[in-house]
């Protein structure tokens, strides 16, 4: 992916492992911390939080976290109870949140952003047939999310304690994202402010999700840890494997299909 002018080894990865998500903590903090929202926030390690990185060059430069609705609830529900469970009564509805997301400002990339927001996409509503997506954000944020994304705000401001900060919430339609990924994704419009243009083509995500699914590791170079690979497949569902297996792989899929020349890959786990 060229980043800059410059090309440059990128890697979009599911992390599991302490030390990236120390990494991706890290990056949250200080663009928390440089809005005046604290530099304390951690993110979530459990079964219903998926944290994604890219990377470029082995640095941590983006991060996002997606939640799937649970029993306990998402973070949302301190502020938004009542208009996310107005959602949940809603018949073949499951409702999913998007937070912790930081980029780093060195790095003015809309592929890179696009990539990551579209494996999150795959990830949480293939995998986890979430139907509807929400993000709380500062007020001055709104526009960013609208126009790139098309998301919607969602009732009254609100005062977020844990930034000391107000926020809106916002929600968008799960499969309006399908729609604007079929119309638009792949082409690269530039002139178009939205971030749906430097997605994925419907053709690049569907070999996402097929490694997804069937576990086309070949596509990944490992260097020396077929150990821990096995150890790794020995302690996961034959679906899950494929699926951290490929991750690594997707943001890069279309220099994979032959538009650029194949980078090196480090096998996913983080």
Not at 108 to 133: C, N, P, W
Request: net charge negative; glycine share 8%.
């Amino acid at each position: 992916m060229t980043i800059g002018g410059e090309t440059c080894n990128v890697i979009i990865r599911l992390v599991e492992t302490p030390k990236k998500i120390e990494a991706a903590c890290e990056l949250v903090n200080d663009r928390y911390a440089w809005r005046g929202y604290g530099d304390r926030h951690q993110i979530p390690a459990d079964a219903h939080h998926m944290t994604f990185t890219a990377e470029v060059d082995e640095v941590v430069v983006g991060t996002i976290t997606l939640a799937i609705d649970s029993p306990s609830g998402l973070a949302i529900d301190k502020d938004f109870s009542t208009e996310v469970g107005a959602f949940r009564c809603m018949p073949d509805t499951k409702v999913c949140e998007l937070t912790k997301f930081a980029f780093s400002p060195n790095v003015q990339s809309k592929e890179l952003m696009a990539a990551l927001f579209h494996i999150v996409f795959v990830y949480g509503s293939r995998a986890h047939g979430g139907t509807d997506l929400f993000i709380e954000v500062n007020p001055r944020h709104v526009r960013f999310y609208e126009s790139m994304l098309g998301f919607q705000p969602v009732g009254c401001l609100k005062q977020n304690e844990s930034v000391a900060a107000p926020a809106q919430l916002m929600w968008l339609k799960v499969s309006d994202i399908r729609d604007q990924i079929l119309r638009c994704g792949g082409t690269q419009q530039n002139r178009l402010r939205s971030l749906y243009p430097f997605f994925f083509s419907p053709l690049d995500e569907d070999g996402i999700y097929r490694r997804l699914a069937v576990a086309e590791t070949e596509l990944i170079e490992l260097f020396s840890n077929e150990h821990e690979l096995a150890g790794l497949a020995a302690g996961r569902s034959a679906a899950a494997v494929p699926a951290q297996l490929s991750l690594a792989a997707a943001a890069l899929i279309d220099r994979v299909r032959g538009r650029a020349p194949r980078p090196r890959l480090r096998h996913v786990q983080g």
